[in-house]
């Protein structure tokens, strides 16, 4: 089975809570495994910041994300925490069977950002991987921590304005990404302890629209319609099934302390 082979659905622009967030990309992936449709989505997060994997909760100010209504979740993929503002940030996944992408993971991250790199250039940002290994600047925040050629997105002064991560099950792949659409910097540190500076986040973070002249809505738009190019994908939404499964999933496990506030 190849990618081409597969059906495809588009979903997007959507917004739902973090935690059905994460819930729907694995529900997602079990619709794929089991012979559904695969699945290219865009998406807006509601202000939340979602932890890697192996976050020490430690490392976030609970407090200040309480007091500015900042939700949290955790995410099953791996890196530092990242704060999605409902309007500087702009995210994507892709879902797909695992017998039908690369087995290689460097080569699989190439494939599914191909899209990405053609949203940029669609959009007029000159956009490539990062060129070379940057040391990190706050470890625990994942647009500070060093940056991969593998995987980091960086604009045309170097500064990163996209990433992307991937997990795999035995079954399926998940890809998610996020891309900077605007910056946030003093909102974004104060999520964390260890006070990161937000002028050095300035100086290690980019935006699209520091480059470019352009409404969020088309970049939203240009990155749907670049997906579903890619993809070949239909017009697609959620089934009450998955809503419904995305909805327990998030209750037993992306809202529960057990989950988010896990030590490493």
Known sequence: MTL?????????????????????????AETAAAGGPATVRVYTWPDVLSLGYNQDPDSID???????????TRRPTGGGAIYHDHYADLSYSIVA??????????E??????????????????????VDRKYEAVHQPACYLRALHPAHDIVGPDGRKIGGNAQYRRKDAVVQHGSLSVSLRPERHCGCFTGEPDPEAFRERVGAIDEYVD???????????????????????IWTDDERSRARERADSKYVTDEWVRKSP
């Open 4 to 28: 081409a082979e597969l059906d495809w659905r588009v979903i997007g622009e959507a917004t739902d809570d973090g935690p059905m967030t994460m819930a729907l990309e694995e529900i997602a």
């Open 62 to 72: 609970w407090d200040f994300c309480e007091r500015e209504g900042i939700g949290v």
């Open 97 to 106: 069977p695992a017998d039908a992408v690369p087995g290689d993971l460097m």
């Open 108 to 129: 699989c991250y190439r494939l599914f950002c191909e899209p990405i790199l053609d949203t940029f250039e669609g959009i007029g940002v000159d956009a490539d991987y």
């Open 214 to 236: 352009v409404e969020r809505d088309d970049v939203v738009e240009s990155l749907r319609t670049t997906l579903a190019a890619w993809a070949d994908a239909d017009e697609g």
